[in-house]
């Protein structure tokens, strides 16, 4: 098993992949099996973004922040 | 030598006078000297004498408004590896502490380091030093790294002063709230902000999943940003181990760490338009190469579908065409066979005669009287021979 891609290297390959597909040099399976893959990569890298979650640290008060509430 | 511990200092007694030999009074003084804060002093530079073999450099330091005077010295290789072009005149500050020079009874400034004053000679000195990096290659293009797309974690370098931290997370909020950020403050002004901003660098690029880091810092005087073009901050930036983009004063302001950066910003917000991918644009992007997948997919599909009924066609008319070709071949068999019939020479104008006992290919085989059979190309003569002629 590869580990799993970056956004930027799953969005890279995304893009190669609808940019082979555009060629129409894929032939019939090959173009079956790329739509999976590019599927995949898309709902990787939506889940990405879905996941996400802002926060703000500060460098080196992060001890305080992580204690409980006294 | 150490001045830092109070020194002892004995005396002798002359009846009821207490009596300080020289050297114990110099060590004495020394000593309390030495108890004295290290500070900065301004002054313009007289005297200055500085040779290969000496230990030390010697100036005088003289007020700018009433001329008093005091004696600064300076180890040779501090002076030097300053590498600045002082000169009598200059003005300078020099930052140092008190001290007694024993033997002379001298008391004098024991400088750590000096600082030229005025734009002239700060600016020589950056431009020193930015040629001598530019030669070494750390301002060179194919150095500069690509910025993520999506970081991690962006680490934010700042001063403590609010503006800049504030408008970077404010931009990075409005593009893409669910971004982390982890801020380190440092001292970013003054004689210990280079070191300071290098170790705080380091420090922040050693922190899990950064994948970028942003030094902002507001606009400030040409003083201000001296430390940005400090030999310790360019060369932490060049070495940082993921992109930086350096957001340092304003759009005119070009400190030294600028070009060591991989990116550079006018301002903390332009910094955070180059590291905050905008959320709506992203998603945007990924439905159109996800429509695009579906499309050309489509597409090649499509054509297979149709190239396969084109196939199944072929395939169904075979047969026919197979039949056909077959009757071709009959019909051009039966003209062949048409053409060898006797019919074809009755329609030119011969006759067939026969006569009882067959076709008639002499004239004796028919005597006078002998009835004969006339067969021609439409109908048939019956006849009887008059005459025959051998």
Same mark, same amino acid.
């Given at each position: 098993?590869? $580990?799993?891609p970056?956004?930027e290297?799953?969005r890279a390959?995304? /893009?190669?992949?609808?940019?082979?597909? /555009?060629?129409?040099r894929a032939d019939?399976?090959?173009?079956v099996?790329?739509w999976e893959?590019? /599927?995949?990569l898309?709902r990787?890298?939506?889940a990405?973004?879905?996941?996400?979650e802002g926060?703000i640290? /500060?460098?080196g008060r992060?001890a305080?922040?992580?204690? $409980?509430d006294? | 030598? #150490?001045?830092?511990?109070?020194?002892?200092? *004995?005396a002798t007694?002359h009846?009821d006078?207490?009596?300080?030999s020289? %050297?114990a009074?110099?060590?004495g003084?020394g #000593?309390?000297?030495?108890?004295?804060p290290t500070?900065?002093?301004e002054g313009?530079?007289?005297e200055l004498?500085?040779?290969?073999?000496w230990q =030390?450099v010697?100036?005088?330091?003289k007020d700018?408004?009433?001329?008093s005077?005091?004696?600064?010295?300076m180890?040779?290789?501090?002076? &030097?590896? !300053?590498?600045?072009?002082?000169?009598?005149?200059?003005r300078?500050h020099?930052?140092?502490?008190?001290e007694?020079? *024993?033997?002379r009874?001298?008391f004098q400034?024991r400088?750590? %380091?000096?600082?030229?004053?005025g734009?002239?000679a700060?600016l020589?000195?950056i431009?020193?030093l930015k040629?001598?990096l530019?030669?070494e290659?750390l301002?060179a293009?194919e150095r500069?790294?690509?910025?993520?797309?999506l970081?991690?974690?962006?680490?934010?370098?700042?001063?403590?002063e609010a503006?800049a931290?504030?408008d970077f997370?404010i931009?990075?909020?409005?593009?893409?709230?669910?971004?982390r950020?982890?801020?380190? *403050?440092?001292l970013?002004?003054g004689?210990?902000?280079p070191?300071a901003?290098?170790a705080?660098?380091?420090?922040?690029?050693?922190?899990p999943e950064i +994948?970028?880091v942003?030094?902002?810092?507001g606009g400030?005087?040409f003083e201000?940003?001296?430390?940005f =073009?400090?030999e310790?901050v360019?060369?932490?930036?060049?070495?940082?181990p993921?992109?930086?983009?350096?957001a340092?004063g304003?759009?005119?302001d070009?400190? !030294?760490?600028d070009?060591?950066? &991989?990116?550079?910003?006018?301002?903390?917000?332009?910094?955070a338009?180059?590291v905050?991918?905008? *959320?709506?644009?992203?998603r945007?992007d990924?439905?159109r190469?996800?429509a695009? !997948?579906?499309r050309?997919?489509?597409?090649i599909?499509?054509r297979g579908?149709? =190239?396969?009924?084109t +196939?199944?066609?072929?395939?169904?008319?075979?047969?026919a065409?197979?039949?056909e070709?077959k009757?071709?071949?009959v +019909?051009a068999l039966?003209g062949r066979?048409?053409?060898l #019939?006797?019919?074809a020479?009755l329609?030119?104008g011969y006759a067939?005669?026969?006569?009882e006992s067959?076709?008639v290919?002499s004239?004796g085989?028919?005597?006078?009287?002998?009835?004969i +059979?006339?067969?021609?190309?439409?109908?048939a003569?019956a006849?009887?021979?008059e005459e025959?002629?051998e």
């Open positions: 098993m590869s $580990p799993e970056s956004f290297e799953a390959e995304l /893009e190669r992949i609808v940019g082979e597909l /555009e060629s129409g019939l399976e090959d173009a099996r790329l893959r590019g /599927e995949e898309y990787l890298c939506v990405k973004l879905d996941a996400a926060k640290e /500060e460098l992060r305080e922040a992580v204690r $409980p006294a | 030598m #150490s001045y830092s511990r109070a020194v002892k200092v *004995e007694l009846g006078r207490k009596v300080y020289v %050297s009074f110099n060590r003084i #000593s309390w000297l030495a108890r004295l500070i900065w002093v313009e530079v007289t004498r500085r040779q290969d073999g =030390s010697f100036l005088t330091l700018l408004e009433d001329g005077c005091l004696p600064v010295s180890p040779r290789t501090t002076f &030097d590896a !300053l590498r600045l072009d002082v000169a009598d005149g200059d300078i020099v930052y140092g502490r008190p007694l020079y *024993e033997a009874g001298v400034l400088a750590l %380091s000096l600082e030229p004053l734009l002239g700060a020589a000195r431009e020193r040629k001598a530019a030669e290659g301002f293009a500069k790294r690509a910025l993520p797309l970081p991690r974690r962006i680490g934010l370098l700042t001063g403590n503006a931290k504030r997370l931009a990075v909020a409005a593009r893409f709230p669910a971004v950020v982890l801020v380190a *403050e440092t970013v002004q004689v210990r902000a070191g901003i290098a705080a660098l380091e420090e922040l690029c050693r922190e +994948d970028v942003v030094l902002a810092r400030g005087s201000d940003l001296l430390p =073009s400090d310790r360019v060369r932490a930036v060049a070495a940082c993921v992109p930086v983009v350096s340092v304003h759009e005119q070009t400190p !030294l760490c070009l060591a950066a &991989d990116a550079r910003a006018s301002t903390p917000t332009a910094a338009r180059l905050v991918p905008d *959320e709506r644009q992203l945007a990924l439905d190469l996800r695009a !997948l579906g050309d997919t489509r597409r599909l499509e579908r149709q =190239s396969l009924a +196939d199944a066609q072929r395939l169904t008319r075979a047969p065409l197979l039949l070709r009757r071709a071949r +019909d039966a066979l048409r053409a #019939s006797p019919r020479t329609e030119r067939i005669v026969r006569t067959g076709i290919r004239a085989a028919a005597a006078p009287g002998t009835r +059979d006339v067969e021609l190309a439409e109908g003569l006849a009887r021979v025959t002629r």
